[in-house]
């Protein structure tokens, strides 16, 4: 799973403390999402989205199991 | 009501600070308590005392790095821990509790083929479990946790 998370911060000229803060996280989970390292869990996907104002599945992009 | 939420906050900030202090507090008492066996051995280092010295502070600079961290994080406002931050301990903990069986069934199958007392022998299974735990932490941070 990818996710557009850097684009939109930047979009909304915020820093990852910033968003983290907004987010009730730490900012080396923004870092960890940011860099696809961490799959984030169902409440936090939302809680970005609604940060970003965009849907879930705007904001996070799921591939295909390719196997 | 602006001085008991303020006073609440305060209180909030004090446990998170806490949680982070605690981990200073063990790895000075880990300090002290080396420098006790120091002090009680005979004066002269073998080599496996002093292999045992340098991973003992190895694990002492880990702990004070991941205690910098949180205080830190701390001092900023963030939380003392996130969904990331438990993933991350659960899946290290799971990992390293993995590889220690295998760590003691080394063990097991060496003590009869070296010359090292049973104190030492169990020495060196609970220092080996804490540099898994350390090893496995950090591989993890590194490489994240993807496909939970």
């Known amino acids: 799973m990818n996710n557009r998370i850097r684009e939109h911060r930047a979009r909304l000229r915020l820093t990852q403390d910033e968003l983290a803060r907004k987010v009730n996280v730490r900012r080396e989970t923004i870092v960890f999402l940011e860099q696809n390292r961490y799959n984030p869990s169902l409440r936090l996907a939302y809680d970005l989205a609604k940060v970003f104002g965009m849907a879930i599945e705007e904001l996070f992009i799921f591939e295909e199991d390719r196997e | ?148």
């Open chain 2, 1 to 148: 009501m602006l001085f008991i939420s303020n006073f609440v906050l305060e209180i909030l900030n004090l446990f998170v600070m806490k949680r982070a202090l605690l981990v200073f507090v063990i790895a000075t008492l880990v300090l002290v308590s080396t420098g006790l066996w120091l002090s009680m051995s005979s004066g002269f280092l073998n080599s496996f005392d002093v292999v045992t010295l340098g991973i003992v502070l190895c694990l002492v600079g880990f702990a004070v790095y991941i205690g910098y961290r949180r205080f830190q994080g701390a001092r900023r406002g963030e939380p003392a821990e996130d969904e990331l931050s438990k993933q991350l301990l659960r899946r290290t903990s799971s990992l390293s509790y993995y590889i220690s069986l295998y760590l003691w069934v080394a063990i097991l199958f060496i003590k009869d083929r070296v010359s090292l007392d049973v104190e030492e022998l169990l020495g060196m299974g609970i220092l080996g479990m804490a540099v898994v735990f350390a090893v496995c932490w950090i591989i993890l941070n590194i490489r994240g946790i993807r496909n939970e």
